[in-house]
Structures are given as C-alpha cells and as structure tokens.
C-alpha cells in the first residue's frame, strides 16, 4: 500500500482515538490530533550513543495524540493503552511519577522551562506501535507531545529543537541516557528514504530505497524486561569506560567510534574481557554500517542483508543484547528466500526483529517464523510488515 493510501486507514484510526477523547474528557470543542511514527534501525546497532553513523526508517505505525485545552493551568495526561491518569499545574516543576506519562510530562516541562507556563491542555494518548518492542515507542510519545504542544501553545519552534525537547525528556526526566538517534528518526523522516544520521556531529542524509526493491518486516518476540532499561544504560557505562581507556591510545579520539581497530587489538590484554568485547561490537558495527550504506547506495540487498545477520551475531555474542527469542525470529527468517537480513532492533533485551526482504518473499514468512517459534516457545509470535513513513503531523479529521 502506498503511503497516500495509507492515510484514510490512519484519519479513521485518529477519528476513533478523538471520540475516546470525548467518551473521556467529556464534550466540548473537537479535540486536535497529532501522529508521530516509530522507526525501525537497521545499521548502526549502539552506535549513536557512541557517536557512530545510524540508519534508521521511520514506519507507519506510531503515537496518536488528541489534545484540548483547557481554560485553567493544568495538564490532565491519559492513555488508551497505558493504565493511570496523570494532572499537574503547569506553574510547578513536575516530579517525576515513575509511570508512562514521565514521557510526555518530561516535554511538557522542558517546553515550558523554555517559554514560561502556558495554558493547561487535557491530552489522550494511544497508537498502534508496540510499547518497550525496540520500536521506539518513547521517542515516539516524547516527539509527538513537543510537536503537539508546539502548536496547540504557538511556540513556532523549529523541528531540532522539539527532538531536542524530546531527547532531554528522556535523558534527564525519565532517566535513560539514549542517543540521538531515536527522535531525530522521527523528527526528520521522510517517506520512501533511510535517515543517515552521523551522531558524532548530528549530521544527516536521507537515503533512498525503492519499496519495489525493499519490504521492511517486524517480528516480536513479545517479551518486554523491566530490567531493559537498567540494562541499557550499563551498555552506555560501559563503553564509556572503555572509551576512557583506549583514549589515552588514540589521543585524537573524541569517542569511541573513532578510536581505531588496530588500537582495540594492541589493547586488548590490558581490558577486561567484559570491555573488550563491547568495543569490538562497535568498532566492528561503525565499519559494518559504513559498508551497508555503500551496499544500499550500489543496489547490492544481498550484501546489506549479509552485513544485518552479522550485526545480529555481533549484538548476540560481544554485546549481549539478545535473546533466544530474538535468536530464533532470526534464524528462522532467515532460511526463507528473498529476506535479505534480519537483526534485533532498538535496544535488544527483548522487542522485536527487523526484516528486510524482498516484496515477493512476504508470502509465507509470517507462517514460516510463527511455526518455527512455536515450537520452541510454545506461542505465536506477530509478524507484520511496515511502510516507511514522514515526520510527525497534525491529522485534519
Ligand atoms: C535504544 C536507544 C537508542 C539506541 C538504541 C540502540 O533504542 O533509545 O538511542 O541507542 O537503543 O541502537
């Protein structure tokens, strides 16, 4: 389906979400509502936080907001799909409150620390992505609350400065050192294009792909780790540490995607197994995605497949952010024709896989993986295939 297509299945889904907002914040003038997407990755696993190149696709599947405001100075925050209702005065600093709603709260006050208190909003959140699936779920709540609040409040900020809104929220209010690379994904997609992002010095490229050529596919795994963001955020110590090694090797490092192979080798009986390990996923993986873009660029999908199932081996065996789920929606994707490559996506711990195959080899995948789950797991993963998608948007109903 293409993504003109795509857009009255998205206003109908958006129609529904503004009468749950009237079913539960009561009638009044209509809502306004908001989409931002996920985003698949599909080179550059952990690199961003490392200041390596990404490539991420934004995908149709995302955050829906409906938004009202309100006479008074308070935010009401409430979810479809999330459990608790959550309402502050805009004129206080919030606290965190260790649910969902830390996401949009976070922006809400990152925007108005930078533009002073602003008028109270009533806002319903819900979607169709899988939450804490490594499809980039917060960053897709965070952008889309900065991109609302931005026009419902007239800031007329510019889109960099709503993901840096976004990505603040995250770090400081929720609390999870991510990289750039999730709400620049959303923030700049562009349909029918892979984002290049350069996250040393946050520059970009949109990239091409031809969806004749290149079917992206999710499966998840369906497991969901509270420990995965504890988990995340000693992956980001740890290279640090190593970071802070090797950099007294390669003094013009300034982080450790640049630090190079040769220095990791001669070092190595100096570091802990533990370290050496990490730094070999991400000086393995910078050169890796440097290779799957030129593979991209000369139209060789077998090659850019080849590189994704050993990055999934690398995320597996030296950074240790898969699972035998994972494991096994690879592997079993893998032995069909036509998918090119497969690999974890997002964080790991869990989540889901991305799939990147030809248009003809859809037939019979989703059968093929789910059969082959099941009987080690003993249930049905889903399987589902994404179109690419543009940034985040006000929806006209
Ligand atoms: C999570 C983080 C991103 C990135 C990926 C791994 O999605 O939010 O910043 O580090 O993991 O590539």
Known sequence: MSLAAEQPVLRELLR?????????????????VFFAPGRVN????????????????AIDRGTFVALRPRADRRLTLASTVESGD???????????????????LGVAAELVRASGPQCGADLLYGGNLPIGG??????????????????VWELGRETLDLVHAALRAEREFVGVQCGIMDPYAIGFARPGHLLWLDCKDASYAHLPVDPAALCIGVADSGVRRDLARGDFNARVE????????????????QCLRD???AVLNDARAQLDALHARRARHVLSEVERTFAMRAALEAGDLAEFGRLMAQTHASLRDDYEVSTPELDCLVESALERPGVYGARLTGAGFGGCCVLVLAPGARAGLAEHVQARFEQRFGRRPRVDFFQGDRGPREIEL
């Open 42 to 57: 599909l080179a550059g696993a952990h690199l961003d936080y490392n200041g390596g190149p990404v490539l991420p696709m």
């Open 16 to 32: 529904a979400h503004a009468a749950d907002f009237a079913e539960r914040f009561g009638p009044g003038p209509r809502p306004r």
């Open 238 to 253: 740890q290279c640090a540490a190593v970071f802070a090694r090797l950099k007294s090797l390669a003094p013009q490092a």
């Open 259 to 261: 630090v190079p192979a």
């Open 86 to 104: 959550c309402e502050v005065d805009l004129r206080r600093s919030p606290s965190r409150t260790g649910t969902w709603a830390d996401y949009p």
């Open 134 to 151: 490594g499809l980039s779920s917060s960053a897709s709540i965070c952008v889309a609350t900065a991109f609302a609040l931005d026009r």
